[in-house]
């Protein structure tokens, strides 16, 4: 029996995109496959760790041994993640969250007419969950992602610093064979005062060493 280094602590991670309704049968959402934060979450379970993964709507299996909280939008997950961070050691962002909503959605299926060839749709802004984590007073150790196409450093500080997180992990989503949809990632994690690249390879590779960041980092903070 061998201890493992995440005993007893709680990690509550967000994962895949989110999805909008419109009306009925139509909603706004991205591309996100959810596959990178299912690979985090697999691996802080494999390192001792009691996992809560709320994820959106998402087609890869599910992690073992994981608390699995499904939501559809924004608003949901936004409502279960401060639930579950309150208390909890760690939460990492990493789902695709929509950045806006439907103002109104329509209760029956909108119709197109003859005579309407341009409609406009409403949106709202949706509330910043990582951030809204981040101002809890027991604040847990608290990780975003920035998904970027250029100027990739100065982004991912800027939203370190913005939304009071600990770390963040960058990826240019520019790059072929990484990132959205892909198996394989590439990632440069930043804390105020550090910086460390995580190479191209498989996403449960890149999440085991993102997990050992992350716990050296806690443990250092403690
Ligand atoms: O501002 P931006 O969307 O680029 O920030 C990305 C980071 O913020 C990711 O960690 C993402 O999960 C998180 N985020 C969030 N809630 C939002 C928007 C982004 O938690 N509404």
New binding site residues.
């Given amino acids: 029996y061998q201890e493992k280094a995440l005993m007893n602590q709680h990690w509550v991670i967000?994962a895949g995109p989110t999805r909008e309704a419109i009306d009925p049968v139509r909603y706004i959402s991205n591309h996100s496959s959810g596959k990178m934060g299912y690979a985090i979450a697999q691996a802080a379970v494999n390192a001792g760790a009691k996992v809560t993964l709320i994820s959106g709507p998402v087609n890869i299996p599910e992690p073992s041994s994981v608390e699995l909280i499904n939501v559809m939008s924004?608003e949901q997950?936004?409502q279960q993640?401060l639930l579950k961070a309150k208390g909890a050691d760690v939460f990492i962002?990493?789902?695709?969250?929509?950045?806006y909503r439907v103002v109104e959605i329509a209760e029956q299926k909108i119709k197109k007419t003859a005579d309407n060839h341009h409609m406009q749709i409403n949106l709202v802004k949706?509330?910043?969950?990582?951030?809204d984590?981040a101002a809890l007073s027991e604040k847990p150790f608290t990780?975003?992602?920035?998904?970027?196409t250029q100027d990739v450093e100065q982004?991912a500080l800027d939203?370190l610093t913005r939304?009071n997180l600990d770390l963040?992990a960058a990826n240019n989503v520019a790059l072929s064979g990484q990132g959205f949809n892909s198996d394989n990632n590439a990632l440069t994690v930043f804390s105020a005062t550090s910086q460390q690249d995580i190479s191209l390879m498989r996403k449960s590779d890149v999440a085991e060493q993102l997990v050992d960041i992350i716990a050296e980092q806690l443990g250092e903070k403690r």
């Fill in positions: 967000t924004a997950m936004h993640a962002a990493c789902a695709a969250v929509a950045d949706n509330p910043d969950i990582v951030a984590v990780v975003g992602f920035a998904a970027e982004y939203k939304k963040i």
